[in-house]
């Protein structure tokens, strides 16, 4: 990189000697507060209309979320009327707060507190700006100033509250956010937050919710934690409020932020839905959900059909998730990797053979099936994937069950196909690559029609076989119908293949029944094939699987390939 055009001002951590955060584990889930409808909103290239935060809303209902901010009524006539729709219409369910925005300024104020008639549960979140790059370029304001016009919509909104509570049963909370906290110095946030304290009389009881935003991330996620820790630890009147964070993700470590400020004495945390908000998003309450999940901890959300959360999403939002994002995208849960698909397969075996209760599969962090996420392809193939892997998919897309040793020569032959197309392998085409390779594979030899009886102790195989389209009669006898077989091909000059292996099962129910045999065979110039035959007769599939195996390998030899 070219030396900047402008020097950047390095941020400068709060002096916290002692601290404590760094021992501290996540053990409960913090107060959780979406902010979908407002912060999530405002950045939208097309801001959701009544339609669109109508069905989000119920989602985030549905979801269990207790506290949700609504919007910013005082804003446009649509954030209001959008308001009034979810109060008059009544989706707003008795457990549910929700939270209005508004700046600190008296006419936004009143004109919030009208949006809100016949609301049963709300919080009323106002903010002002207090970093000193905003005091500085935006509000030319000393803090004095700044801390005036808190205390001011402070005293305020207590009053239009008051007289709320003497006409209605309104339950009344109040929210303030120092915003852009981070960039504001510590000891004068924790004065401004006083000060509104003060003047909301904030009691244990009536407790206030302090909300420091990291509205710009300015620096790495442990410096946000000192913050939180030193403002928990400075605050007079810590029991009178909840702690609660806002943080961005402008460095993309906003889940970080998150998690260092819950260690550090947060109790709450406001944030949307997979990240959507201004610039690079608000912290993903999903990822921090979903991650407390996989620590035991019940986060009070549920995410168990995370796919149709995500749809609503993309519909309300129009934005289009991420394929790698956390939980979430569609190719979280895929192994493209062959040593990744060796190793999920064999904890799949694995759990499925100890019968375990605990979750113990490598590369998958979450079990997708806790998410609904289970009926899709774990194990995906491309020219990167393992040998086993093409088995894992041939046994979930149609049941056959190869045999181990078998792997290795199935997996090159799709491998080949990988790299040739260059692309992505679907189910559908390895069972093709497979049913071509060894089902309806042309060969030198063909069965035609067969017998078996005993006789003096011994099977015998009598029975007709075409050679390039020739047919002739051949017999043998042996010590079972594979050895008589063998015997019988011997008599037409087939010698060399020996036997090596046998594997069989049913691959279908009821009265149409098959069964599929993998056969093994030492070649004669050295070296070992498969063969598979499928028949409803299970002999008559193992002998299919000696003939495909023997015109394999002459094919084979003829393209030169052995
Ligand atoms: O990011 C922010 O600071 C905000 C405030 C209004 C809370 O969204
Ligand atoms: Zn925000």
């Avoid at 993998?518 to 193992?542: C, M, Q, R, Y």
Wanted: glycine content about 6%.
């Amino acid at each position: 990189m070219k030396k900047p055009k402008k020097s950047y001002i390095p941020f400068r951590p709060v002096s916290l000697s002692n601290r404590q955060w760094p021992d501290q584990v996540i053990t409960k889930a913090p107060i959780w507060c979406s902010v979908d409808l407002r912060d999530g909103n405002q950045a939208l290239v097309t801001p959701m209309q009544l339609e669109e935060k109508v069905l989000l809303f119920k989602k985030l209902v549905e979801i269990g979320f207790k506290e949700i901010e609504v919007g910013f009524p005082s804003a446009s006539e649509t954030e209001y009327e959008i308001l009034r729709t979810l109060i008059e219409e009544n989706y707003i369910p008795d457990d549910v707060t929700i939270q209005v925005l508004v700046q600190a300024r008296p006419q936004l104020i009143k004109r919030t507190f009208e949006s809100l008639c016949g609301a049963k549960n709300v919080i009323v979140h106002f903010y002002n700006s207090t970093s000193t790059l905003q005091r500085k370029v935006v509000f030319k304001e000393e803090r004095e100033g700044i801390i005036k016009i808190a205390a001011e919509g402070a005293r305020l909104i207590r009053e239009l509250s008051e007289k709320e509570r003497a006409k209605s049963e309104m339950n009344i909370r109040y929210e303030y956010s120092p915003e852009s906290f981070t960039g504001t110095e510590i000891d004068f946030a924790i004065e401004i937050c006083e000060r509104v304290l003060a003047e909301l009389e904030a009691s244990e009881d009536q407790k206030v919710i302090l909300n420091l935003p990291s509205t710009v991330e300015l620096a790495t996620p442990n410096t946000y934690a000192d913050q939180i820790e030193y403002f928990c630890h400075n605050l007079k009147d810590r029991k009178k409020a909840i702690i609660s964070v806002h943080p961005h993700n402008d460095r993309g470590t906003g889940v970080a932020a998150a998690e260092l400020a819950l260690m550090a004495g947060a109790d709450r945390v406001e944030g949307t839905l997979f990240g959507n908000g201004e610039r690079t998003g608000n912290v993903d309450i999903v990822t921090l959900a979903l991650n407390m999940y996989t620590q035991n901890i019940d986060p009070g959300l549920d995410f168990s059909n995370i796919n149709e959360i995500k749809n609503v999403y993309e519909k309300c939002t129009k934005m289009i998730l991420h394929e790698r994002h956390p939980y979430a995208g569609e190719l979280v849960f895929t192994a493209f990797s062959g040593s990744h698909q060796d190793a999920i397969r064999k904890g799949y075996e694995y759990m499925e053979n100890s019968n375990a209760d605990l979750w113990e599969v490598p590369y998958l962090p979450i079990n997708p099936a806790d998410l609904n996420r289970e009926y899709e392809p774990v194990i995906r193939i491309n020219s990167q994937s393992g040998k086993g892997g093409a088995a894992f998919v041939l046994h979930q897309t149609i049941g056959y069950d190869l045999p181990k040793q078998m792997h290795p020569e199935f997996g090159e032959i799709v491998k080949k196909a990988a790299d040739n197309s260059g692309e992505e392998l679907t189910p559908q085409r390895i069972v093709k690559l497979f049913n071509q390779e060894y089902v309806e594979i042309i060969g030198k030899y063909m069965l035609q029609n067969h017998k078996f009886y005993e006789e003096n102790h011994n099977t015998v195989f009598e029975g007709c076989i075409s050679e390039d389209g020739q047919e002739r009669y051949i017999t043998g006898r042996g010590n079972g119908p594979i050895d008589a077989f063998f015997s019988a091909l011997n008599s037409i000059g087939l010698v060399g293949f020996e036997f090596i292996s046998y594997q069989e099962h049913a691959i279908s129910k009821g009265s149409n029944a098959k069964a599929i045999s993998f056969i093994e065979l030492k070649i004669p110039d050295n070296g070992h094939i498969f063969g598979v035959g499928i028949h409803s007769n299970i002999n008559v599939a193992s002998l299919l699987g000696i003939l495909c195996a023997i015109n394999r390998a002459i094919n084979h030899k003829n393209n030169g390939k052995i």
